[in-house]
């Protein structure tokens, strides 16, 4: 089994205690975490004195002779801050070709006006290249582990990017059969819907040696009928399944599911089966009390994503409330058409920001913050044993971050969690590893061939614009 030993580095653990330890190492064994802290004592690794693949990781350096214990490889974190591999709770990796494309609109018009159009021009090409677009930029920037929306059609492409790049995601196929001003693309029935949703279940989930896992993904109550909403929750409910979809994020919405429903939107989600512990839901901005105890009652999880939430003019969510009532909330970007990008550490900082003025400076703490992003995330998927820390056991989502630059410095006598969410930029990642696998490191990923995408990108934008009739 190959065995990587990250040396000496500051770790935030997050961990039950939420220990930060310096000139701390990793020791990396196939696809989890062995030891923390002092590796000595871990016994025979392997090959004695192996060298392994060695200068790979560039700016963390890496040496396969540089380990007295034999591993495998050596990657040395000397002046790095190690972190788990981030967790972001709401993406639409299927969006990341529409960035830039639908600024400056409110939610409804944004999505009758542009992402809708778009999303129904898509075809399986623009869709896989969209995706691996999203997760090259999600594994540069430290994120490990998505929960992903798709559109209507092409689903299977988002799945062959997501297993190819090696990021670890929860997602499905996005389900609507309701409303107006749906393109004619993206209508499918209800049956169709649940159909083409287990089919890919049946396929996907558990795929990737478990690193893909399925979601039923209805899009919201505006867009989906209380049948298919209905059939969701008995579905999920029998197979176990995770439920993502959005809620209360937007003023309109709201009073469209009141009219149609009789009843506000987390409320009506919960009549019709479909809150509990399995299920994340996006946004959660216009809740009021009744609906807070809602989803505190029956263990649903919110995804917060305050840059989208500003940008399209939404509001501001509830969430030290949330916190403090016990609901669990994890962090995302959600789409890069919407948030124009999908940058944890964007989200971080903005996390922290934009509750202070509201309920004081101490109403979200940096640590509070990354917890979010890390070890919350994880329980949102009910993945808490497996990822969102770095300790022994666990599953080796770790990423190293260089904070030896002038907009993160000084270092000595700063907190490294106050660096980490409001100094460092994704940009300063300088390796993701995944299930043991470094998938990013000495400014290249390892399963991406970024240029390709990028040209792929840039040549599927102008044909889907065109097919969509929107003018660029
Ligand atoms: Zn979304």
């Not at 790979?56 to 002046?79: P, Q």
């Not at 990108?457 to 102008?462: G, K, L, R, S, T």
Request: hydrophobic letters at 40%.
């Amino acid at each position: 089994m190959p065995s990587v030993l990250i040396k000496n580095g500051t770790v935030i653990t997050m961990d039950h205690e939420r220990r930060v330890v310096e000139h701390c190492d990793i020791l990396v064994e196939g696809d989890r975490i062995r030891a923390v802290g002092d590796v000595s004592d871990v016994g025979e690794m392997g090959p004695a004195g192996s060298t392994g693949v060695a200068g790979s990781t560039g700016a963390a350096g890496s040496t396969g002779a540089a380990n007295a214990i034999g591993a495998d490889r050596a990657i040395d974190a000397t002046g790095c801050i190690v972190i788990p591999g981030l967790i972001q709770t709401h993406v639409h990796l299927c969006q990341a070709l529409f960035r830039g494309m639908s600024d400056d609109m409110e939610l409804l018009d944004w999505l009758r006006l542009r992402t809708w159009p778009l999303e129904a021009a898509h075809d399986e090409e623009s869709i896989y290249y969209s995706a691996l677009l999203g997760i090259a930029e999600l594994l540069r920037g430290g994120t490990t582990c998505v929960v992903d929306m798709e559109t209507v059609n092409h689903t299977e492409n988002a799945f062959w990017a997501i297993a190819e790049s090696g990021i670890r995601a929860v997602s499905g196929k996005v389900m609507m059969d309701w409303g107006d001003d749906v393109p004619e693309a993206l209508r499918e029935t209800g049956e169709h819907s649940i159909v083409a949703s287990v089919e890919l279940a049946d396929k996907w989930d558990g795929a990737a040696d478990g690193r893909i896992r399925y979601a039923f993904a209805p899009r919201f109550a505006v867009s989906c009928s209380d049948w298919l909403l209905r059939e969701v929750g008995r579905i999920a409910a029998q197979r176990g399944a995770y439920i993502h979809t959005h809620s209360s994020e937007n003023r309109g919405e709201i009073e469209i599911v009141e009219a149609e429903r009789g009843a506000r939107n987390v409320i009506y989600l919960d009549r019709v089966g479909l809150l509990g512990p399995r299920t994340i839901l996006a946004h959660c901005i216009h809740v009021d009390q009744a609906e807070l105890d809602t989803l505190r009652r029956t263990g649903t999880h919110v995804a917060h994503c305050p840059s989208v939430n500003l940008k399209l003019a939404s509001g501001i969510a509830p969430v030290p409330e949330m916190l403090d009532m016990g609901i669990n909330v994890g962090l995302g970007a959600d789409g890069a058409g919407g948030n124009n990008n999908l940058d944890q550490f964007v989200e971080m900082r903005l996390a922290a920001l934009i509750h202070k003025p509201r309920l004081g400076p101490t109403a979200m703490p940096a640590l509070r913050v990354l917890e979010m992003a890390t070890v919350r995330g994880a329980a949102a998927l009910r993945m808490e044993d497996e990822i969102g820390s770095i300790e022994p056991g666990k599953k080796a989502d770790i990423v190293l971050l260089d904070l030896r630059k002038p907009h993160a410095s000084p270092g000595a006598c700063v907190d490294p969690v106050s660096r980490v969410v409001y100094s460092a930029h994704s940009s300063d990642v300088v390796m993701t590893m995944v299930d043991g696998r470094v998938v990013y490191g000495g400014g290249q990923l390892t399963d991406i061939s970024e240029s390709e995408v990028l040209d792929r990108c840039d040549e599927a934008v102008v044909r889907l614009a065109r097919r969509a009739g929107i003018v660029r």
